[in-house]
């Protein structure tokens, strides 16, 4: 039986259980259930073989012995228990969803199409055993795929914190919701578990190249996983359509399928406001990933943008400036934050954080260990932008960093914050923050089982907070 499972589950359990069905129906013809199921020839023969006894041959038909069809009924893979309300259910979710951040190329799909996705997925793949990884999931299709099969393994990586904790509170948590910037690397704890990734990218070259190899990363066995991507252009400049698919090619993928207009969005007119589903296959090649160091160019809009130009030189030197206040010694780095940094005493750390979305602020504290840390946000950066925000940041880094506040400077678009770092006021928080690369089940103990293998810099910041008040006994977790 665990052989037939093995060939009846995962990606390509949907033919192999139709034809488990068919066989259960009553006798078949061989050919015939190539043809009708579209499963190879020798898979059709390794699922007979599978069966072993149970089967019946006359000729060159078979069938499922009566008295075994029943054993096989949960294989045969019947249809998600429909949700008649999904779409209605759907449409609320989306219409309260956080709203897009353009930086970040959202444009929101609408219910309908998020609801179409989920079926075609179940229809597609057993999710009942399939795992399931979304790169970037700001249009909530997660949520629809929860929805039909409450039992799917479902993953969630994303660069915005709105997003994964408005997933974790409307599934309550059964969906494992994972903090990234891809541009920066793909945590360890979601490399290799996928057996089906999802994703909708930014529809720059850069932007299809760099979220196609983090999903062959995330697969476990990338030439038996498929990687379907969300990608539209004008028809009026099919050259951009030709870039991409090449860039596609190059990282080994094969196309199985591509669905025309398939995803309709409320926004991007300039693609008729419709996107193509392709479902690429990754030839053995598609192993090896990519290497070195990824543009941060990939959106089409913003400070991140293919268009985007570089940070003044005026105001890197102004912030070294800031951070060498006292004489120290300065290093200016990247705003990498997915390998652990300490500096030398006396040193201070300078960051050119000008393109941060948001997110990037928090976790470049909790991964640089320095006497100081100086860095150039937005002016309108979210943990900047009015009290509240600003009280939040304090508490969340204070047992680590004093944190001075410095706007519009030094031009007014730009902020400096100004990290001190202060003696460990809560011995238990401090031991963490300045650990943030460790695994979080050696460091907390009593840490959530579904958090246990992610580092502090990849829990979504609603989870990093909950994490400092079960340290310190706040209530609330």
């Not at 359990?13 to 066989?23: N, T």
């Not at 001075?404 to 030094?410: A, D, E, I, V, Y």
Request: hydrophobic letters at 40%; one cysteine or more; aromatic letters at 4%.
């Amino acid at each position: 039986m665990e052989e037939l499972i093995s060939h009846a589950s995962g990606v390509q359990a949907r033919p192999l259980q139709h034809a488990i069905a068919l066989l259960s129906a009553g006798w078949q013809e061989f050919d015939d259930l190539v043809r009708t199921t579209t499963a190879p020839r020798r898979d059709i023969e390794e699922l007979l073989t599978a069966l072993g006894a149970d089967i019946e041959h006359a000729g060159t038909t078979v069938r499922l012995r009566p008295e075994s069809t029943q054993r096989y009924r949960e294989l045969a893979g019947g249809p998600a228990e429909p949700a008649s309300d999904l779409l209605a259910t759907m449409t609320k979710y989306v219409r309260e969803v956080p709203p897009p951040l353009p930086a970040l190329d959202h444009v929101q799909a609408t219910p309908q199409t998020v609801v179409d996705r989920a079926r075609w997925l179940d229809e597609q793949y057993d999710l009942r055993t399939a795992r399931l990884t979304f790169v970037g999931d700001h249009d909530l299709t997660s949520l629809a795929v929860r929805r039909l099969r409450p039992e799917a393994q479902l993953t969630v990586v994303d660069v915005d914190d709105r997003i994964l904790e408005y997933l974790d509170r409307l599934s309550g948590r059964t969906i494992h919701t994972v903090h990234a910037d891809l541009r920066f690397g793909l945590p360890l704890a979601v490399a290799g578990n996928a057996d089906v990734v999802f994703s909708d990218p930014p529809y720059t070259a850069d932007g299809m190249g760099l979220f196609a190899a983090r999903g062959i990363e995330c697969l476990a066995d990338p030439p038996n996983g498929r990687l379907l991507l969300a990608y539209g252009y004008s028809p009026r400049h099919p050259a951009l359509g030709h870039q991409v698919q090449r860039a596609l090619l190059g990282l080994g993928l094969t196309f199985e399928a591509i669905l025309p207009g398939f995803h309709r969005y409320a926004g991007a007119q300039a693609i008729g406001s419709a996107a193509d589903l392709y479902v690429c296959q990754p030839t053995a090649r598609a192993r090896k990933g990519r290497k070195g160091k990824e543009k941060q160019t990939i959106y089409t809009h913003g400070p991140q943008s293919v268009e985007a130009r570089e940070t003044p030189t005026a105001l890197r030197e102004a912030l070294v400036a800031i951070a060498a206040e006292g004489g120290r010694t300065v290093e200016v780095q990247g705003p990498d934050w997915t390998r652990p940094r300490t500096a030398p005493a006396d040193t201070a750390v300078a960051l050119d954080l000008s393109a941060d979305p948001g997110p990037w602020l928090v976790r470049v504290l909790l991964a640089v260990n320095a006497e100081r840390v100086a860095l150039l946000v937005p002016n309108s950066h979210p943990d900047l932008g009015n009290a509240a925000a600003q009280q939040a940041l304090h508490g969340l880094l204070g047992e680590k960093y004093r944190l001075r506040l410095l706007r519009s400077t030094p031009d007014n678009k730009h902020a400096v914050v100004v990290a001190d770092a202060v003696p460990a006021g809560n011995a238990a928080v401090h031991a963490v923050w300045t650990r943030a690369h460790g695994r979080i089940g050696n460091l907390v103990p009593d840490a959530p089982g579904d958090i246990a293998d992610l580092r502090l810099i990849d829990l979504p910041r609603h989870r990093i907070a909950e994490i400092r008040k079960q340290l310190t006994g706040e209530q609330g977790v």
